[in-house]
């Protein structure tokens, strides 16, 4: 499976004893790596409220990393629509697709990506309203309102730039069929979500219209995965993720933590609970067990993309994980040869 494309995606994660500046630092320096490896894109999260992540302002990071790379696609992964004003969005990333035309992506989400209060402060309408506000973001896009809708005047700025491609992201299948039936691409959720992508998937497929963005559909498998030397150290440096996650889960909010805290720390039973529900969508150790895992993954999903993010607290450690996954893969061979 040497020709599976691979793709980026992060979250801009923030370590203790670090900084937010410094973890907005590093975006570059994985930036660069992927698009010197021979990754298909790169795309950022949108998350508020949370010290251990930095990726509050995807656009910005975008923008930031596309005018640091040259090949790599650059998106969101995604934007939580009902955060924003649907002409807002259009606006931002038409404004980035003009300025990088043909490497920008625009991945949708429903999911506010924060907590009740933040959300309140964000002015966040609720996902029950995605629906209604993708219908409004779309035909803003294609300047179809009726003529007696009070929008139907409205010049959409800048004019003759297009959108770039749309994904609608998904963690339950919820959205699969939508995605099909719009003809944008579709994204699963299968780094943090316990439902499986196939059958959303095979939703997807049933409903898809092509469009020109889309002649075909196109199925990304988000996946979790931490690549080391050998499968010992790899469990090891998975610890900090562990903890994080339990903490997080268990309403802590910090940084994320070294593995040597992790692996110290007195876990209570529900800590352990949580992170046993979880440990199974964790790909963790070697670039031969990780690969023959994601091959597996996407064998039994059916995916046509593969969107890796890693989670380690030494940031040199991280991208050693995507330099190993990279070889195991092929990519820069693939890249010499193009």
Not at 91 to 104: A, Q
């Amino acid at each position: 499976m040497a020709s599976l494309p691979l793709s980026i995606l992060d979250l801009a994660p923030v370590s203790e004893g670090t900084s937010t500046p410094d973890a907005l630092g590093n975006i570059v320096k994985l930036a660069k790596l992927g698009d010197e490896l021979g990754f298909t894109r790169l795309w950022y999260a949108e998350h508020h409220g949370m010290p251990s992540i930095a990726s509050s302002s995807p656009e910005v990071l975008i923008a930031t990393a596309a005018a640091n790379t040259s090949r790599i696609r650059v998106g969101s992964g995604g934007v939580m629509l009902p955060n924003h004003v649907p002409l807002r969005v259009v606006e931002t990333y038409r404004t980035l697709n003009g300025l990088n035309p043909g490497r920008i992506d625009l991945g949708i989400g429903r999911a506010g990506g924060s907590d009740g209060r933040t959300l309140q402060a964000l002015r966040s309408v609720g996902g029950e309203y995605f629906a209604q506000e993708l219908a409004e973001m779309l035909a803003f896009e294609e300047g179809n309102f009726a003529p007696d809708h009070p929008f139907h005047p409205v010049i959409v700025a800048p004019e003759r730039v297009e959108l770039p491609p749309v994904y609608l992201l998904g963690s339950s299948g919820a959205s699969a069929q939508a995605a099909g039936q719009l003809g944008v691409g579709y994204s699963f959720a299968a780094h943090f979500s316990q439902t499986p992508a196939a059958p959303a998937f095979a939703a997807y497929r049933a409903a898809f219209t092509p469009t020109d963005a889309f002649p075909k559909p196109h199925a990304i498998i988000a996946l979790s995965a931490l690549v080391a030397p050998t499968d010992e150290e790899a469990q090891f440096l998975s610890r900090s993720q562990e903890l994080s996650w339990a903490l997080f889960h268990s309403g802590h909010l910090r940084k994320l933590v070294p593995p040597e805290e992790a692996a110290a720390h007195q876990y209570t039973p529900h800590e352990l609970r949580i992170i046993e529900q979880q440990r199974p969508l964790w790909i963790v150790g070697s670039a031969e067990a990780v690969k023959a895992e994601i091959e597996r993954k996407v064998a039994e999903s059916g995916a046509d993309e593969v969107m890796i993010t890693t989670t380690v607290w030494d940031y040199e450690l991280r991208l050693r994980s995507y330099r190993l996954l990279a070889e195991a893969f092929g990519l820069g061979a693939s890249v010499e040869a193009d």
